[in-house]
Nanobody
Framework: QVQLVESGGGLVQAGGSLRLSCAAS????????MSWYRQAPGKQRELVAT???????NYADSVKGRFTISRDNAKNTVYLQMNSLKPEDTAVYYC???????????????WGQGTQVAVSS
């Protein structure tokens, strides 16, 4: 069984920083893309940032220059460094991974349980 567990959310003032982590565990054969999504109240879940196994990255326009996604392949962990936070960054942040589990040996998407980020003005 594969699990993604996020940590690092919290309450921060505008202009502050937070670092999110997401560790994948279980019977994993390989991990392809890892991503962060977020969902604000009353809004659809949106893609924030993506990083491939080769560490190529892509960002939503709204976070470019402020957020940095990175990963440690040896630890099956992805990070999201969030700087210059704004009240509109307030959301539940979800980790997503496209990976192959040893049980199925096929690519599938897995989600974490989410971590709350709240930015006060």
């Amino acid at each position: 069984q594969v699990q993604l567990v996020e940590s690092g959310g919290g309450l921060v003032q505008a202009g502050g920083s937070l670092r999110l982590s997401c560790a994948a565990s279980g019977s994993i054969f390989s991990i392809n893309t890892m991503s962060w999504y977020r969902q604000a109240p009353g809004k659809q879940r949106e893609l924030v940032a993506t990083i491939t196994s080769g560490k190529n990255t892509n960002y939503a326009d709204s976070v470019k220059g402020r957020f940095t996604i990175s990963r440690d392949n040896a630890k099956n962990t992805v990070y999201l460094q969030m700087n210059s936070l704004k009240p509109e960054d307030t959301a539940v942040y979800y980790c997503n991974a496209l990976l192959i589990s040893r049980a199925t040996m096929t690519n599938a998407f897995y989600w974490g349980q989410g971590t709350q980020v709240a930015v006060s003005s």
